[in-house]
C-alpha cells in the first residue's frame, strides 16, 4: 500500500479507506492537533471545490458582466480564506506536533495536487486574456492573482516552518524536495532533474512572476546579489535583516555614529518624541527577531492595554475601560532601536559603515546599479562609488531619492499629499501615577476639537508628554507654557496631572506631521535596482503613532514575498511594502482629511467622502459604550484590520445604523 501523502488529506474518505491508522476505531486516538489538521484540510477542499467551480465558468465564457463580476469576487475571497486557514495552523499547531503527526501519517505539500494546479493554470490564464483585452474587470482578475500568489507564499512559508530541511516519510522531505519538485512542476520532470536548483532558470529579476507554477520555497539565496540599505535606524536595520537571508552580502550605510548605549541621534529627530509599538507592529516585530520583544520589557519598557490602562477622550468623552486591548510597548525611540541594532548586527552578515553621507544615485534612468558616498565631515569633493545590485532608501522623510532620479533623468514618484499643518511637542517629565490607576492619557484630536496629548510611560520611570495642535496653535517650546497649554485640552484631567510633575528637561518641537506617499510603485516593471522602504515610500502623520509598527509590517511583507518567490523583482518587493503600509495610510488620511485648514491632493473630499465621515461619527459614537464596536474600530487603529471592516463588518452596521447613540459618559476619570 502506498502511504499517502499531505496531499490526500484533501480527501478525508480516501485518507480512512487507505490508512490503517485513521481506521474508525483507531480515530479516538487522534489529539487534538490532529484532528484540526485534517479539518482544516478538509474544509481547505470545500472552498478550492468552489473556487474552482466559479474559474471554470468564467474561463468558458458562460458569464455575463455581474456574473463575472460576482464570480471573480467571490473566489478572490475565498483563496484568501484558504490563506486564513494555513495562517491558522501557523498560530495554533506548534511545530513539535506538527513533527509528530509527519512521522505517523506521513506529509508532502498539496501545493502539489492537481487541484492546486488546476487554479494555478486557469488564473494565469484568465489574467493573461484579460491584459490581452483589457477590461472593467482586468483589475479584479490582478486581485485574483494577487490572493493566489499570497497563498502559495504562505504555504510555503508553513512548510518552511514547519520541516524545514528534515527528510520526512514515503515520498516526502522537507523544503529543498519541495522546491526541486516545484521547479519542475511545468515540465512533470522527476524531482531534481536538470541538476538546477528551485527557480534558477528562466527567470530575471526584473520580471514579475505571475506564472502558474507554484512559487519555489526559500531554500538558499534568492540571486539579490549585493544589496545596499542608505540609512540605519529602525526600518533600514529590518529591511537588512530580511534582506540579509537573500544576498550574497549587505552593507549598510549611514550618516551617524552608533552609541554604545541607548540615545537620541541627529539623524533622528523624531528619536526624541513618544513612540509606540502598536499590536501589530509587537507581532510582525516578534515574527522578525524572536525573542525581542522580552528583551524590550526585561529594559524597562511598558506594557499596557488600550484602554484598560489609558483615559481615552474621543468625541468629547471617556471610552469605557472594561473592554481592554492587546498589549501595545511604549519604548523610548533610542531604547527600541539599540535593542533592534543589536540583535540585526550582533553576529549576522550584514557590514554596517558610519559616518558616510550618500550624494546620489549610480546607473541610468530605470536601472539603479549602486550609490555615491563621501565621509561625512571629510572634504566635500572627495566621492566613492560604491556598486549594489540592489540599493534600499530608509533615509525618512528626508529622502533624497526623488531628487537624485531627477538628477540622472528618470522620472521622480507621483507624490499623494495631506498636509494638516499640524504641530507636536514633546517634554519628559517625572511624576507619580495618574489618578484611577491610569498609565497615561490620549486626547484624540479631531476636526470639532483640534488639541491632542500623548501622555505615555518610558523606561527608567519617565513620561513622554506630546501635546499637538493645528498650524496655529502650535505647542510652546518654554516648560511652563507647555504645561498651561494643556489647559487648553477639552478635559482638564491631563494638565492637572501634569501641573505637579517635574519637567526633565525643555519641550522639543516637531513639524513634519503631513501624509506622504511616494508611489515608487508605478514607475513600472522595468525600473529596477531599487526598493524605498518606511517614511522613505509612505511617511503618515505622527501623532496616530504608526511609524515603527508600519516599518516592521515593511519587512515581513519583503520577507513574505522573498520566501515565495527568490526571483522576486524591484517592482514586486515595491508594491509589498506599499500593501502593508495601505491601512495605515487609510486612517492616517482619513483622520486628517476632516481637520480645518487641511491640503493636499489625496484629501478626501466630496459627497461619499461626507456621507462616510458621517457614518464613522456614528461608529464614533458606540465606541465608549459598545465593546463590538469598540474592539472593531481598536483592531483598525492598531492595524490588525482593514478600515473597510468598519463598513463591512454586519455587527458594525447593526449597531451604527440601528441603535441609537448612547447617552455620553460621565465627565469624571474613567474606573476600570
Known amino acids: ?217 526559500p531554500a538558499g539565496r534568492s540571486g539579490l546579489g549585493h544589496v545596499v540599505v542608505v540609512g540605519g535606524s529602525v526600518a533600514g536595520l529590518l529591511t537588512a535583516h530580511v534582506l540579509a537571508d537573500h544576498a550574497e552580502r549587505v552593507t549598510i550605510l549611514e550618516r551617524d555614529r552608533y552609541e554604545d548605549a541607548p540615545a537620541p541621534r541627529a539623524g533622528v529627530p523624531q528619536s526624541r518624541h513618544t513612540h509606540v509599538l502598536l499590536t501589530s507592529g509587537m507581532n510582525a516585530l516578534d515574527e522578525l527577531l524572536p525573542g525581542l520583544l522580552p528583551a524590550l520589557v526585561d529594559s524597562g519598557a511598558p506594557r499596557l492595554a488600550v484602554p484598560g490602562d489609558l483615559g481615552v477622550w474621543q468625541a468629547g468623552q471617556w471610552i469605557s475601560r472594561r473592554n481592554p486591548s492587546e498589549p501595545i510597548m511604549t519604548p523610548s525611540r533610542p531604547l527600541l532601536e539599540h535593542h533592534i541594532r543589536r540583535r ?54 528626508s529622502s533624497h531619492t526623488p531628487a537624485w532620479l531627477t538628477a540622472m533623468g528618470a522620472s521622480a514618484p507621483a507624490e499623494e499629499l495631506v498636509e494638516t499643518g499640524r504641530a507636536y511637542a514633546t517634554c519628559v517629565f517625572q ?13 484624540v484630536p479631531d476636526a470639532g476639537q483640534p488639541l491632542g496629548a500623548i501622555i505615555l510611560p518610558a523606561e527608567g520611570d519617565r513620561w513622554m508628554v506630546t501635546l499637538s495642535g493645528p498650524r496655529d496653535q502650535a505647542p510652546p517650546s518654554g516648560t511652563e507654557d507647555f504645561v498651561d497649554f494643556a489647559g487648553g485640552l477639552p478635559h482638564s484631567a491631563p494638565h492637572k496631572w501634569l501641573s505637579s ?14 501624509n506622504r506617499r511616494r508611489r515608487y510603485d508605478r514607475l513600472g516593471r522595468g525600473h529596477t535596482g531599487l526598493l524605498v522602504v518606511g517614511d522613505a515610500v509612505c511617511a503618515l502623520n505622527p501623532v496616530y503613532g504608526q511609524g515603527l509598527s508600519v516599518a516592521a509590517l515593511n519587512a515581513v511583507a519583503l520577507g513574505k514575498t522573498l520566501a515565495g518567490n527568490r526571483a522576486s523583482s524591484a517592482n514586486a518587493l515595491q508594491r509589498a511594502v506599499l500593501r502593508s503600509s495601505r491601512s495605515a495610510w487609510e486612517v492616517a488620511t482619513g483622520a486628517d482629511s476632516p481637520m480645518p485648514g487641511v491640503t493636499g491632493n489625496a484629501v478626501r473630499s466630496g459627497p461619499v467622502a461626507r456621507l462616510l465621515n458621517r457614518y464613522l ?55 476600570p
Open 431 to 443: 511624576a507619580d501615577d495618574p489618578p484611577e490607576d491610569l498609565s497615561g492619557f490620549y486626547i
Open 344 to 397: 540585526v548586527l550582533d553576529g549576522s552578515r550584514i557590514h554596517v559603515r558610519t559616518g558616510v553621507e550618500v550624494t546620489g544615485l549610480l546607473g541610468r534612468p530605470g536601472h539603479i546599479t549602486g550609490v555615491t558616498v563621501r565621509d561625512r565631515g571629510g572634504d566635500p569633493h572627495t566621492r566613492q562609488e560604491i556598486e549594489a545590485d540592489l540599493v534600499v532608501d530608509a533615509t525618512g522623510r
Open 1 to 217: 500500500m502506498t502511504p499517502p501523502n499531505y496531499a490526500t488529506y484533501l480527501h478525508l474518505d480516501e485518507l480512512l479507506t487507505l490508512q490503517s491508522p485513521l481506521t474508525p476505531s483507531v480515530q479516538q486516538d487522534l489529539s487534538d492537533s490532529e484532528r484540526l489538521f485534517i479539518v482544516v484540510h478538509q474544509a481547505s477542499e470545500t472552498l478550492l471545490s468552489q473556487v474552482l467551480v466559479d474559474l471554470r465558468h468564467i474561463d468558458a465564457d458562460q458569464c455575463e458582466r455581474q456574473c463575472y463580476t460576482q464570480r471573480v469576487e467571490r473566489a478572490t475571497r475565498l483563496v484568501d480564506s484558504l490563506e486564513g486557514q494555513l495562517t491558522l495552523l501557523r498560530h495554533t499547531l506548534l511545530r513539535e506536533e506538527f513533527m509528530l503527526f509527519r512521522d505517523r501519517f506521513g506529509t508532502a505539500s498539496g501545493l502539489q495536487s492537481k487541484q492546486f494546479h488546476e487554479l494555478f493554470g486557469l488564473v494565469r490564464k484568465l489574467t493573461q486574456r484579460g491584459e490581452a483585452r483589457p477590461s472593467a474587470g482586468s483589475e479584479r482578475l490582478t486581485g485574483l492573482d494577487d490572493a493566489v500568489r499570497r497563498w502559495r507564499r504562505t504555504h510555503l512559508e508553513l512548510v518552511t516552518h514547519m520541516l524545514g530541511d528534515l527528510p520526512g516519510s514515503a515520498e516526502t522531505s522537507g523544503i529543498r524536495f519541495l522546491a526541486a519538485r516545484l521547479d519542475n512542476t511545468s515540465t512533470d520532470e522527476p524531482a531534481g532533474a536538470g541538476g538546477s536548483p528551485a527557480g534558477s532558470q528562466g527567470r530575471t529579476e526584473t520580471e514579475d512572476v505571475t506564472d502558474s507554477r507554484p512559487l519555489p520555497a
Open 501 to 514: 510633575a517635574r519637567p526633565v528637561g525643555r519641550p522639543v518641537g516637531y513639524r513634519h506631521t503631513s
Open 617 to 671: 461619527d456614528r461608529v464614533r459614537a458606540h465606541v465608549p459604550h459598545d465593546p463590538a464596536v469598540c474592539s472593531a474600530n481598536r483592531d483598525v487603529l492598531f492595524l490588525l484590520a482593514p478600515p473597510r471592516t468598519l463598513v463591512t463588518s454586519p455587527e458594525v452596521l447593526r449597531r451604527a445604523l440601528l441603535s441609537p447613540p448612547p447617552g455620553p459618559t460621565s465627565p469624571d476619570l474613567p474606573t
